[in-house]
């Protein structure tokens, strides 16, 4: 409940929006080039799996030739694989709109999932250490993972992928050095 909101014209700005600030607007989003890295490794994942399911057709006709059967799998694999690069090429779009993070004093809070909602939070007092990573393909779009590992056997580590390379190292020196002054000797 907001109380106390100055009534005159006259009052700070910016108090007043320190005030009002939706909690959801101090989630951040991913970097916009992790739309593009998500198509081009869904691209290449199905391109890998046309290949199979054209080697496999193939082989099937050289030794059975055509026949009713043969062309119910090649009508099912086109579909199957029409849905596919359709799914490669639109899902990362929709799947960023449903992702956010922030780090406040607490920890690291990430929400995502587009049907099947997550919303995972990371102590900082939880965390054991933090690790970037950088592939080939997020290298070129200028785009790291970061990985925190935390306390515990199961689900001992959160990965948030699709953030900036600097913002990832950003992540992690804040993550490390907040996670310092909790701790004692």
Do not use: C
């Not at 106390?4 to 970097?31: G, H, I, W």
């Not at 007092?125 to 199961?154: K, Y």
């Amino acid at each position: 409940m907001i109380t106390d909101l100055p009534t005159n014209d006259t009052a700070n700005s910016s108090e007043t929006r320190s005030e009002l600030v939706d909690p959801a607007e101090l989630f951040k989003q991913l970097a916009p080039a992790s739309i593009r890295y998500e198509q081009m490794s869904r691209a290449i994942t199905a391109i890998v799996l046309t290949a199979i399911a054209s080697i496999s057709l193939l082989s099937w006709w050289l030794n059975n030739g055509y026949n009713t059967v043969f062309l119910l799998f090649v009508a099912a694999a086109f579909t199957f694989l029409a849905f596919l690069f359709t799914m490669a090429w639109r899902w990362p779009a929709i799947s960023y709109r449903h992702t956010s993070w922030k780090l406040d004093e607490e920890g690291l809070e990430i929400h995502k999932g587009v049907f099947w909602k997550h919303q995972i939070t990371v102590p900082l007092g939880r965390v054991q250490h933090a690790d970037v990573s950088q592939g080939p393909i997020q290298r070129s779009f200028g785009l790291g993972t970061l990985i925190i590992h935390t306390a515990g056997t199961q689900n001992s580590s959160v990965v948030l992928s699709g953030l900036s390379q600097t913002t990832a190292i950003e992540l992690r020196d804040l993550i490390i050095s907040q996670k310092r002054g909790d701790d004692v000797v």
